[in-house]
T-cell receptor, first 119, second 114 residues
Framework: GAVVSQHPSWVICKSGTSVKIECRSL??????MFWYRQFPKQSLMLMAT?????????EQGVEKDKFLINHASLTLSTLTVTSAHPEDSSFYIC???????????????FGDGTRLSIL | DQQVKQNSPSLSVQEGRISILNCDYT??????FLWYKKYPAEGPTFLIS?????DKNEDGRFTVFLNKSAKHLSLHIVPSQPGDSAVYFC?????????????FGTGTRLTIIP
């Protein structure tokens, strides 16, 4: 099946630093990539949707200046958490979706997530 | 407002028997539904999907049923195997309305008893 690679898998850093998370589709071209956040024992919450070559669309309540998203190519999207604080500690997961094929809609395929801990 | 609900947080099933996971939704614009399986510290793995033009989709041991009038879908796993133990999420989107956003349920932890 489709493979999405997310890096790093775990980050611990000091408050005030910026952290970049990469999401790559390894065997397909991802026209759209999504970034989710998951709090303990809760469901995945969509943060933003990004299409290659255009600005990301952020969900209500998500600060676009805090969570910078770049989708520079059809196989790579990055999420940068700027000036991270302890409340930004969470599990961040990306997903990627290819073009609609002859078989119809394509599902989103997920990376393995990044656990971010801000001290 | 939880638009996609999985009312059973956990389910235990004997190995070899059928596992049935349920999901209800409230948004009538949803027209594409998916089931994902998730292990701890990993991202969700896509299992099976169904479009609202169908009421059943089957892939190996996995079958998804959709009842649009009841706004209910279910995932059947038969026969259940120990490796099926994981958290299962249903998700929905309104693709026909141009909205790719996935709305997830809160998950059901399935435990297969050997």
């Amino acid at each position: 099946g489709a493979v999405v690679s997310q890096h790093p898998s775990w980050v611990i850093c000091k408050s005030g630093t910026s952290v970049k998370i990469e999401c790559r589709s390894l065997d397909f071209q991802a026209t759209t990539m999504f970034w989710y956040r998951q709090f303990p024992k809760q469901s995945l919450m969509l943060m933003a949707t990004s299409n290659e070559g255009s600005k990301a669309t952020y969900e209500q309540g998500v600060e676009k200046d805090k969570f910078l998203i770049n989708h520079a190519s059809l196989t790579l999207s990055t999420l940068t958490v700027t000036s991270a604080h302890p409340e930004d500690s969470s599990f961040y997961i990306c997903s990627a979706r290819g073009r609609k094929g002859i078989l119809g809609n394509q599902p989103q395929h997920f990376g393995d997530g990044t656990r971010l801990s801000i001290l | 407002d939880q638009q996609v609900k999985q009312n059973s947080p956990s389910l235990s099933v004997q190995e070899g028997r059928i596992s049935i996971l349920n999901c209800d939704y409230t948004n009538s614009m949803f027209d594409y539904f998916l089931w994902y399986k998730k292990y701890p510290a990993e991202g969700p793995t896509f299992l099976i999907s169904i479009s609202s033009i169908k009421d059943k989709n089957e892939d190996g041991r996995f079958t998804v049923f959709l009842n649009k009038s009841a706004k209910h879908l279910s995932l059947h796993i038969v026969p259940s195997q120990p490796g099926d133990s994981a958290v299962y999420f249903c998700a929905a989107s309104a693709l026909g309305w141009g909205n790719e956003k996935l709305t997830f349920g809160t998950g059901t932890r399935l435990t297969i008893i050997p």
